[in-house]
């Protein structure tokens, strides 16, 4: 079992920036692919970014150039730096953890980005 929990959401204006830390419990941290995902308010919850263990971030279209993730397995971090927020960014951000079968979520931090 792993338990994530994020921190580092707020409220910052837009054109600010933030950055969301997701620490993992265990000691397996290593083998799992890192997500963060959002929700905005009346939206389904969509991929903003990802990275594989030993492998290649990804990020959706609409953070491309903007959002950066990476990780610490020494730490048992995954990160989020985000800049040149927008107001259409605003959601709550939520950490993943996937390895084969094991699938796991923190409960999320929330961002707002005022116009």
């Known amino acids: 079992q792993v338990q994530l929990v994020e921190s580092g959401g707020g409220l910052v204006q837009a054109g600010g920036s933030l950055r969301l830390s997701c620490v993992a419990s265990?000691?397996?941290?290593?083998?799992?692919?890192m997500a963060w995902y959002r929700q905005a308010p009346g939206k389904q919850r969509e991929l903003v970014a990802s990275?594989?263990?030993?492998?290649?971030?990804n990020y959706a279209d609409s953070v491309k150039g903007r959002f950066t993730i990476s990780r610490d397995n020494s730490k048992n971090t995954v990160y989020l730096q985000m800049s040149s927020l927008k107001p259409e960014d605003t959601a709550v951000y939520s950490c993943?953890?996937?390895?084969?079968?094991?699938?796991?979520w923190g409960k999320g931090t929330l961002v707002t980005v005022s116009a």
């Open positions: 993943n953890a996937h390895f084969l079968l094991e699938n796991y």
């Open positions: 265990g000691s397996s941290f290593g083998i799992y692919r």
């Open positions: 990275i594989p263990s030993g492998g290649i971030a």
